[in-house]
């Protein structure tokens, strides 16, 4: 698993292979596939390993948007801890302790807050494909240079003449404030879970 990640780290999701990783530890291929039948069950454990820390440590009787708002700042730090760590992760589908663990603790604060079990637990697939599309975003985003530079400069210039919203949003837009971004976004989430619970629970 180290050097699945160290060769994530290097090369990127699309670089990593059980061929390069049988490489990257010396070893002939096949001998791999004792371990891991394909490159997706390769994925598969890397993505189980992304999240191992995650929902460790939740304060006992924590009020629930405490709870979800921990949890979804867990995930995008356990993403954002390799190269591509959201790629990993989307599109896996898996049933390991860290993942049943991560669940249990999302559904049971929905629910012991109040909300149906079904609505409790997509309420918490929601909030990870929240941090799982954001996290995309901001791993794929262009470093600063000189063709980001033309991108803005092209964007302000479309904007000014033609898309006045756009042009008065334009700070925001080709700046991004993430750490910003990432609270919103997931406020507004919590906020429309909450107007789906009872009064009692509704209260930040």
């Not at 990640?5 to 004792?34: E, M, N, T």
């Not at 003449?161 to 042009?167: I, L, M």
């Not at 991004?176 to 879970?193: C, H, K, Y």
């Amino acid at each position: 698993m180290a050097a699945a990640f160290q060769l994530l780290d290097q090369a990127g999701l699309d670089g990593v292979s059980l061929r390069k990783v049988a490489c990257q530890l010396g070893i002939r291929a096949p001998s791999l596939y004792w371990h891991f039948k394909s490159k997706q069950a390769l994925v598969d454990a890397m993505a189980d390993a992304l999240i191992k820390d995650v929902a460790r440590n939740v304060p006992p009787g924590q009020p629930w948007r405490a709870t979800l708002l921990q949890l979804a700042h867990e995930f995008r730090h356990a993403f954002k801890a390799h190269r591509d760590g959201a790629r990993v992760y989307a599109g896996t589908y898996l049933a390991t302790e860290n993942v049943m663990r991560v669940a249990e603790v999302t559904i049971s604060a929905l629910a012991q807050a109040g909300a149906a079990i079904d609505f409790a637990a997509t309420s918490a697939m929601d909030l990870i494909y929240y941090v799982l599309g954001f996290v995309i975003e901001e791993q794929s985003m262009p470093q600063p240079g000189a063709e980001t530079d033309e991108l803005e400069a092209n964007f302000l210039a479309m904007a000014e003449a033609h898309f006045p919203y756009c042009f008065q949003a334009r700070h925001f837009l080709a700046e991004p404030d993430l750490e910003r971004r990432f609270a919103q976004g997931v406020g507004l989430l919590l906020d429309g879970i909450a107007l789906k619970l009872p009064p009692a629970a509704q209260t930040p």
